[in-house]
C-alpha cells in the first residue's frame, strides 16, 4: 500500500471509506456527566443525543493521546497524511503532531504529514478525499503536502446549529464578541476563520431563514464551483440537509455532493438538527 489517510473522529468519511484499508480513524473520547464512549464504530447518535438533553452539565471531548496516533502510523504505507480538528479548537493536531515524533524515534524515517484542518467534520473530509486524489494521481509526496496545504487555505466552513450551548461552555466561542437570544428564534450563521477559530457572519430568524443565508454567504464567496465538492454534514436532520443542498445548487453548478450524518464529535457541538457544510 502506497499510502494511508488518519483522520481523527471528528472527520465524517462516507461508509465506502470506512472500510477501506487506506483509511483509519483514530476516535476521540466523549463524555456526558457519567457516560464515557469512544467515538468509533460503537457510535449511537440516538442514545448521545438522548443523554445530552437529559444531562444538566456539558458534554465533553477529549483527543487521542500521541501514542494513540504513533500506532496509526505503523503500517507498510510509504506515506501518511494526518488530518486532524484545528488546532484552535482540539488538541487533537498536536497530538498528531507529537506521535509522528515519537514514530520517528521509535521505528525511524517515514513521510508523514499532519495537517491542520482549521476545521472540523467535513471540513476534514474534504482534505482526506484531496490526499487521496493526489495520491491517485501519482504526485510525489512533497507536491501533495504542498498541494494539500493550498487547498486546505482555499476551503471555506460554515454552519448553522439550533444550538450553540456546547461550543459556547467548552469555550470555542471565544472569538464571537456577541450571541443573540436563543429566546428570540435568532439563529446565527458562523463559519471558519482561516485561523481555525470561528466567526460569526450574520444571522436569521429562525433556522430556516438562516440556512437560506448561509446558503447565499456560500454562493457569494465560492471561486470555481464546479471543480468543487460541496459536502453537507447533518446531526439528525437529514431532511434539512437536502433543503440546504437543493437551495445551493439552485444557484451553483459543482462537482460533487456528498451528505453525511454527523459522528460523535461533530453530533456534540452540532446539537441536533446542526447543519455543517464546506466547499
Known sequence: MRYKIVVDSC???????????????????????????????????AEFIRKVAECPTCPRSSCPSPQ??????????????????????????????????LYHENYGSKQIHVVDSRSASCGETQIAMKAMEYEEQGFPFEVIVEKLERFRDSMRTYFVLDNLETLRKNGRLSGVKALVASTLNIKPVMAGTREGTIEQLGQGIGIKKALQKMAETLVKNVSNAQERVL?????????????????????????????????????????????????
Open 11 to 45: 472527520c465524517e468519511l462516507p461508509e465506502k471509506w470506512k472500510k477501506d484499508p487506506r483509511f483509519e480513524i483514530v476516535p476521540l473520547a466523549l463524555e456526558v456527566g457519567d457516560y464515557r464512549i469512544m467515538d468509533d464504530e460503537t457510535f449511537d447518535q
Open 231 to 279: 459536502m453537507i454534514t447533518h446531526c439528525n436532520n437529514a431532511a434539512r440537509a437536502e433543503a440546504l443542498k437543493n437551495h445551493i445548487l439552485s444557484r451553483i453548478s459543482v462537482g460533487n455532493v456528498v451528505v453525511m450524518d454527523t459522528a460523535g464529535v461533530s453530533s456534540m457541538y452540532a446539537n441536533d438538527g446542526g447543519v455543517i457544510v464546506t466547499i
Open 68 to 101: 494513540r496516533y504513533m500506532e496509526s502510523y505503523r503500517t507498510e504505507a510509504e506515506h501518511v497524511y494526518v488530518v486532524t480538528l484545528s488546532s484552535n479548537l482540539s488538541g487533537s493536531y498536536n497530538s498528531a503532531v507529537v506521535g509522528r515524533d
